[in-house]
């Protein structure tokens, strides 16, 4: 089992930036890939980004390439996610996810631990 907290959800204006962190216990060593995604209301979730815990290889989702960057701190078993240039449509609650598999893919059932999600507001 693998077990994830996320953390930094808040409110911030339009432009503005967040960070998030997801912090991993139990069975980490089992771990290839950690992810982001989101969901907003209404709305089913996507992917925002992953990383490959090996050797910190990213992808990112085309709604956020170039403002979001996925990084990860092998030591304390923490992956963040430094969003930049935030727009109101970014509003959503934002879930860390794990894989055991090799490779970054976009699709949630493909991703065997998540989180309890963190809130990020938008305002314009």
């Known amino acids: 089992q693998v077990q994830l907290v996320e953390s930094g959800g808040g409110l911030v204006q339009a432009g503005g930036s967040l960070r998030l962190s997801c912090a991993a216990s139990?069975?980490?060593?089992?771990?290839?890939?950690m992810a982001w995604f989101r969901q907003a209301p209404g709305k089913e979730r996507e992917f925002v980004g992953g990383?490959?815990?090996?050797?910190?290889?990213?992808y990112y989702g085309a709604p956020v390439k170039g403002r979001f960057t996925i990084s990860r701190d092998s030591a304390k078993n923490t992956v963040y996610l430094q969003m930049n240039g935030l727009k109101p449509e970014d509003t959503a609650v934002y879930y860390c996810?794990?894989?055991?598999?090799?490779?970054?893919?976009?699709?949630?059932?493909?991703?065997?631990?998540w989180g309890q999600g963190t809130q990020v507001t938008v305002s314009s």
């Open positions: 996810a794990a894989r055991l598999a090799y490779g970054i893919v976009t699709t949630t059932k493909d991703y065997a631990y």
């Open positions: 139990g069975r980490t060593f089992s771990t290839s890939v």
């Open positions: 990383i490959k815990w090996s050797n910190a290889v990213t």
